[in-house]
């Protein structure tokens, strides 16, 4: 693999990605409606229910929208990754997917390069949320939004290679719809991304724990924490560490001569 | 040297035994008919050519590169074209053509000027900017073997490409296909069921229940099983009535 067909490949692979999704404009409205439905409806009702205290990183009393702000943006992006590895399923029932691991490129790096521009194109609407979130008196520094870039790409990229794992190991649509359930509600729910943590120990011990243990709450605090230009370095770890155990795994996965394709097959 | 050389390629799903002893080669610029019937092991046969999973005995040589020891300099040389439709369907032909060019490392420029001349050669040109959803299935078809074509491949390897199109759609195809093997010189593994798709000068692999039946030029086959016709043979060769 020589630098100049790396990059022709992983600009080819961003394009396609960027011309799907914005000809999928249903899906695109879906993605930015979902989170202001929690931010307009979800959020003003629990505002009255949950009383927050003080806790890092804001220095004040802070609105119930205030704070799950940060939870919606790592929402969004658990969306886009599980939207986008379903895609690979997809593909892979359909056939595109042949298509990408029939380059004459190392596995690895075309993997790599599908769960970069995944990602990529992903990140323009989150943004797009945290401005619109501005009418609901969410103001952050304007350093935050800076801030947060690396803070999305990283918890993207950790989510996003999360979804790959699961579309390897997935190898029907109708399995991958039951994973969906499986995952993203769970995943979402017990995390620090609608409460906080001693919200969550009051009622009870063992849901705080696996919230406390669930990467995706390190990703939410991660985001949370560079909104407001503070840097939360645990959680960093956490997100980086599994970004990394997540997409070996993947890799293995997808290997020609270890993964689950080999052994199942599946087409004829 | 041969443009595909299979020795003894095995492969198993669990206990199930899909293909066993498998041994062929596809000389240089030659047209070979993979000839089977629906699950006898053909796409999985492709699947491993491609690389898609390394096969559990056996080894694939693709213009004396291994299959699982340089991948990449064997899928250079190979054109593919499988069994199920792998264009986008919300990009254009042009759009698909151009993402395939990437993939193998070629600049725009090059990108472009092979896009048309692909299309333009299978008779596709007209529709490089609509959508792929808008052609009709003889059309989607053309545009993968011009995407297959886009690296410029000595090897193209084709699964079942005739599948749901008409007659007519199946014959232009075949011919577009014979064409390129004759001109371009290019060796062509063509898989299918259908016994019309052959012609006298071809090479054959019949594939049964995984395993090679015979293998031969096509208008020996007759001759050698001591049966009436072709058809007969293949009747016999796969145990059909």
């Known amino acids: ?268 | 040297m041969n443009a595909l050389s299979v020795e003894n390629l095995g492969h198993s799903f669990g206990s199930r035994r899909v293909l066993d002893g498998v041994s062929f080669a596809v000389a240089q610029g030659r047209m070979c008919i993979l000839l089977g019937r629906n699950g006898a092991g053909k796409t999985t046969l492709f699947s491993l050519i491609t690389g898609l999973y390394h096969a559990r005995a056996g080894s694939v040589h693709v213009f004396g590169q291994a299959m699982d020891v340089n991948p990449s300099a064997a899928l250079a040389q190979m054109g593919v074209v499988f069994q199920l439709p792998t264009l986008d369907l919300d990009l254009t032909a042009g759009e698909n053509l151009h993402y395939h060019a990437a993939l193998h490392g070629l600049d725009k420029a090059s990108s472009t000027e092979r896009s048309i001349h692909e299309l333009e050669r299978l008779d596709v040109l007209d529709r490089v900017d609509d959508p792929v959803r808008a052609l009709s299935g003889g059309q989607r078809r053309r545009v993968e073997i011009a995407r297959a074509l886009m690296h410029g491949p000595s090897l193209l390897l084709l699964d079942e490409p005739t599948a749901g199109l008409d007659v007519p759609g199946r014959r232009a195809l075949e011919r577009h296909v014979r064409e390129l093997c004759r001109e371009r010189g290019i060796a062509v593994l063509w898989a299918t069921h259908f016994l019309e798709e052959l012609t006298a000068d071809d090479d054959v692999v019949v594939l049964h229940q995984g395993t090679v039946r015979w293998a031969g030029r096509a208008d020996r086959l007759a001759a050698d099983l001591g049966a009436a016709s072709t058809a007969e043979a293949f009747a016999s060769l796969t145990g059909a009535e």
């Open chain 1, 1 to 268: 693999m020589n630098t100049s067909h790396a990059v022709r490949a992983l600009n080819g692979i961003l394009r396609r990605e960027m011309l799907r999704t914005l000809r999928q404009r249903g899906r695109l409205l879906s993605a930015m409606v979902r989170p202001l439905v929690w931010l307009a409806i979800f959020a003003a009702g629990f505002r009255s229910v949950l009383g927050l205290s003080m806790t890092p990183p804001y220095q004040t009393y802070v609105l119930y929208e205030v704070y799950v702000v940060p939870g919606l943006a790592a929402m969004m992006l658990l969306f886009h990754a599980m939207a986008s590895s379903l895609a690979m399923v997809y593909d892979r029932e359909m056939g595109s997917m042949r298509l990408l691991l029939t380059a004459p490129l190392p596995r690895w790096y075309v993997l790599a390069a599908r769960l970069l521009a995944s990602v990529i194109v992903g990140l323009p609407l989150v943004y797009l949320f945290l401005f619109v979130a501005r009418f609901w008196d969410v103001r952050p520094p304007v350093f935050g939004y800076v801030a947060v870039f690396p803070a999305l790409v990283l918890t993207g990229l950790m989510l996003g290679a999360f979804g790959l794992l699961v579309s390897s190991v997935s190898t029907q649509m109708e399995n991958f719809a039951g994973v969906m359930n499986f995952v993203i509600f769970p995943v979402f729910f017990a995390s620090t991304a609608l409460y906080p943590l001693w919200r969550l120990a009051e009622a009870g011990p063992v849901l705080a724990t696996i919230a406390a243990w669930n990467p995706f709450s390190s990703a939410v605090e991660l985001i949370r924490f560079a909104l407001y230009v503070r840097f939360d370095p645990v959680a960093a770890l956490v997100v980086l560490v599994c970004l990394v155990a997540f997409f070996l795994a993947a890799v293995i996965g997808y290997d020609p001569g270890r993964g689950l394709w080999s052994r199942r097959g599946g087409e004829g």
